[in-house]
């Protein structure tokens, strides 16, 4: 789990006009918008138009994911359709979604069919039993599964006795196997390789590997390379092996935490995200394969505590998950759970007490946010937040049901929002994305509802907004978000 990109999901307006990863994101060149004054102090106006007409590109029933390190497939009694109410916080982020299994602990795993499991940051190992228990999971939750082998620490004929039991018990779940966790960092960090490992060393194991496992498997699907850092290893793998790739895979951390790593950090942009992310998604169109972030979450070695488990999280995840939908990618797997160092992370979505109860952390509803409009098809949207940390996004989802995404991410100012169409609304109305503060842990809500201890949600208020002059109007405070849901 290593820093690969940096996020930028809120563009500044002249790379708004330049950007070709947004949700066709432009700054107005029109009104200029001042404060708007209030009983809540000064608020920064800004007006976003929606345009239909500009159809950018659907964001998949299936770009939500969860991933592990494979140890937790060894914790018995996990990732089981048996655990209902791990069962149920997957299934509120939705019906269809990813699990990927990998992760650092990957390349030192092994598996023993008939063996005693043992969850461990090094020496994990999974059994039969374990891998029936994941195939349950898949069932009960209607995910798919991207399945990571060892090859770092691990030999060929391992490799396809441990796919053929995987596919045994996950059958049509199966996404695709990933051959090797972070190849790009074999020769340096992780030191499963002399320091000269290249990309042509890769390729040349990784096809090894792929040919033992056909031989045996016929139609084992394939996702890579999996790269931490190396993005034009990717690049390079689009080109290589394109024809016979399911998938495109590349990691994100914003950094590795560490004293600077802070919630501003966080929540403002990082200029290296969006031309990483242009990299990708021009392999993914040369080669006509999907590209997915298959890890990824704010900061590496499992966050940094008092950011990555805060309100704030649940703002930049859901501005991220966009980002990531603008850029055109077929999906995200957030990290979560115990991490390579044997404890759950600051960033894991959701959590597990001393006695095994489950809840749902700050960055979960962040992506029950974005749960409410995935599926749905990316629309242009115009808009200028001046010096506001604001982004906006545009769905248009079943039944034409219009929706604007508006994050306000400034820790101080409230924005003063307008919202408008080339058609007039009659009717509107707001899903809110609130917490005490940005810094909070607890009291975070999505439609004034928390998740409930069975993993269960429903918004109890849908707020109607005030229509006037065919536009709709709302006040966004900051540090929160709004689905603006409209009708014509």
């Not at 796919?163 to 051959?179: C, H, R, S």
């Not at 109607?464 to 900051?478: H, S, Y």
Request: hydrophobic share 40%; net charge neutral; glycine share 10%.
């Amino acid at each position: 789990m290593t820093a690969m990109l940096a996020n930028n999901p809120h563009l500044s307006r002249r790379e708004l006009l330049a950007s070709s990863v947004g949700f066709g994101v432009v700054a107005s060149r029109g009104r200029a918008w001042g404060g708007v004054a209030s009983a809540r102090g000064e608020a920064q106006a800004v007006r976003i138009t929606l345009d239909t007409r500009r159809a950018l590109g659907t964001i998949p029933a299936d770009f939500t994911g969860l991933g592990y390190e494979i140890s937790s497939v060894a914790t018995p009694g996990l990732l089981t359709g048996n655990n209902r109410t791990y069962v149920q916080l997957v299934r509120t982020l939705g019906n269809a979604g990813v699990i990927r299994i990998g992760g650092n602990t990957s390349d030192y795993s092994s598996f023993a069919p008939d063996g005693k499991a043992v969850s461990a940051p090094k020496g994990t190992v999974v059994n039969r039993s374990n891998l029936q228990e994941l195939g349950t999971f898949l069932d009960a939750t209607g995910w798919k599964l991207i399945w990571g082998l060892n090859l770092g620490g691990g030999t060929e004929q391992e490799a396809v006795e441990e796919a053929q039991e995987v596919l045994a018990a996950t059958e049509a779940k199966l996404l695709a196997f990933e051959i090797g966790n972070e190849p790009d960092l074999f020769g340096r960090r992780a030191a499963h390789r002399p320091t000269a490992y290249s990309y042509e060393d890769y390729v040349k194991e990784y096809r090894r590997y792929k040919a033992a496992i056909r031989a045996k498997l016929p139609n084992a699907p394939f996702a890579g390379p999996d790269a931490a850092n190396a993005t034009d290893w990717v690049t390079r793998f689009a080109a290589d092996e394109g024809k016979d790739l399911r998938l495109l895979t590349h990691h994100y951390y914003r950094e590795c935490a560490n004293p600077t790593s802070s919630l501003d950090k966080l929540l403002h942009p990082d200029p290296k995200l969006a031309p990483e992310l242009e990299k990708l998604k021009r392999a993914s169109a040369s080669s006509r394969v999907p590209y997915r972030i298959c890890e990824t979450n704010s900061f590496c070695g499992g966050g940094k505590p008092g950011v990555s488990d805060t309100f704030g999280s649940a703002l930049w995840v859901l501005d991220y998950m966009l980002a990531l939908a603008s850029a055109d990618a077929a999906g995200v797997n957030i990290e979560t759970g115990v991490n390579q160092l044997g404890f759950i992370s600051w960033y894991s979505p959701i959590a597990a007490d001393e006695h095994g109860r489950y809840s749902a952390r700050p960055e979960y509803y962040g992506m029950l946010a974005f749960a409410q409009i995935h599926g749905g098809q990316r629309v242009g949207v115009d808009y200028d937040p001046g010096s506001l940390n604001l982004t906006a996004y545009g769905v248009l989802g079943d039944r034409n049901r219009l929706s604007a995404v508006v994050i306000n991410k400034d820790a101080s100012r409230d924005a003063a929002v307008s919202i408008a169409a080339q058609d007039h609304f009659v009717r509107a109305n707001v899903l809110r994305l609130t917490g005490p503060s940005l810094q909070s842990k607890d009291g975070v809500k999505l439609g004034g509802s928390s998740v409930t201890a069975n993993g269960d949600w429903k918004p109890a208020l849908v707020e109607p907004l005030r229509i006037k002059g065919g536009e709709c109007e709302l006040r966004v405070p900051a540090g929160s978000a709004a689905i603006v849901n409209v009708e014509g």
